[in-house]
């Protein structure tokens, strides 16, 4: 039974460029939250979706990030225009039922 | 608010010393969560208390849930090496939302 999958383990931009970030669920969840962290800092959660539907994008920038969770293929965390401040690790995690979470490994972001 | 503070932020112990981390509200919880994450990994979930009280071990570490559920504990008996790594707790946020807002985190080192 396959973990929870993310693509690209790290991603390299330049500013002004889009960083696309990949996240398949574990099999059978239909939950999925993205999180960014800091080095050192703890989690922040930034949206949650279930399949075709964002529930909660509360902790979502307004601008430049959006999230997308279609019926077929993989959860996608996209970040418009990048700045270096976007630099960090994104997690995602699935869930079964919208509780216990199981993350990947991460996707870390560079912008330079 | 919804913040979810724990210390200590950092704890150096010698291997075979005990370790305790707390995690305090302000709120009543609906549910308080454990994970771990390793140096360099990703969150790993450790627990999931629900009811007051509420104890519950997983061989060295004992969970414990308070009676006003306000504040949780994870108490690791007799540390080893493998133990390090960052524990944060992890609650829902206020009724009608899905996301989950973690702690701060605390830090442990174990000495061999």
């Known amino acids: 039974n396959a973990g929870v999958m993310q693509n690209p383990r790290h991603l390299v931009r330049r500013r002004g460029q889009e960083a696309r970030l990949r996240c398949s669920p574990m099999?059978?969840?239909?939950?999925v939250y993205w999180y960014r962290q800091l080095p050192e800092e703890g989690l922040k959660f930034m949206v949650y979706?279930?399949?075709?539907?964002?529930?909660?994008e509360s902790g979502m920038p307004k601008e430049r990030f959006s999230a997308e969770f279609p019926k077929e293929g993989p959860s996608i965390l996209r970040i418009q225009q990048v700045v270096r401040g976007d630099s960090a690790a994104y997690f995602c995690?699935?869930?079964?039922?919208?509780?216990?979470?199981?993350f990947g490994p991460g996707t870390r972001l560079t912008v330079t | 608010g919804q913040q979810v503070m724990q210390i200590p932020q950092y704890q150096h112990v010698q291997e075979g010393e005990d370790f305790t981390t707390y995690c305090n509200s302000s709120?009543?919880?609906?549910?308080i969560q454990w994970y771990k994450q390793r140096p360099g990994g990703h969150p790993v979930f450790l627990i999931q208390?629900?009811?007051?009280?509420e104890v519950k071990k997983q061989k060295r570490l004992t969970f414990q849930f308070g009676e006003a559920k306000k504040n949780s504990s994870l108490h690791i008996t007799a540390t080893q090496t493998t133990d390090v790594g960052t524990y944060f707790c992890?609650?829902?946020?206020?009724?009608?939302?899905?996301?989950?807002?973690f702690g701060t985190g605390t830090r442990l080192k174990v000495l061999a």
């Open positions: 979706l279930q399949k075709e539907n964002i529930i909660d």
């Open positions: 992890a609650r829902r946020g206020t009724s009608g939302t899905y996301k989950y807002i």
């Open positions: 208390l629900v009811k007051s009280g």
């Open positions: 995690a699935s869930s079964p039922r919208g509780n216990e979470q199981y």
């Open positions: 709120t009543t919880l609906s549910n």
């Open positions: 099999k059978g969840h239909s939950h």
